[in-house]
């Protein structure tokens, strides 16, 4: 079973920027495709990007779009988010999430079966 962990969260002033990664030290994730959820407080878990298995294709929430990135490295074994331009509103706990049942991107949360910890972004105004 492939474990993920998230990385790179932290505070940070509105309009900064911060990278998250999310690695797996068992393989890479060339079988699986890969999204990035949050979920803020008094909030339902939402979804922010998403990446095909073979990183060719991308999917981002409108809230985001033009402003985060995912992409993926270091052999593949690595996701990242890349956050330009936070905004306060972006606070929140984001996730990593992983699985081997589809192909390309998907922003529905209960098709991925495996979930990191997650990592607390937050954004001072």
């Known amino acids: 079973q492939v474990q993920l962990v998230e990385s790179g969260g932290g505070l940070v002033q509105a309009g900064g920027s911060l990278r998250l990664s999310c690695a797996t030290s068992?393989?890479?994730?060339?079988?699986?495709?890969m999204g990035w959820f949050r979920q803020a407080p008094g909030k339902e878990r939402e979804f922010v990007a998403a990446i095909s298995r073979n990183g060719g294709s991308t999917y981002y929430a409108d809230s985001v779009k033009g402003r985060f990135t995912i992409s993926t490295g270091n052999g593949k074994n690595t996701v990242y988010l890349q956050m330009n331009s936070l905004a306060p509103e972006d606070t929140a706990v984001y996730y990593c999430?992983?699985?081997?049942?589809?192909?390309?991107?998907?922003?529905?949360?209960?098709?991925?079966?495996?979930w990191g910890q997650g990592t607390q972004v937050t954004v001072s105004s």
């Open positions: 068992r393989r890479t994730f060339s079988n699986y495709a």
């Open positions: 999430a992983a699985t081997r049942l589809l192909v390309g991107p998907s922003r529905i949360s209960e098709e991925y079966n495996i």
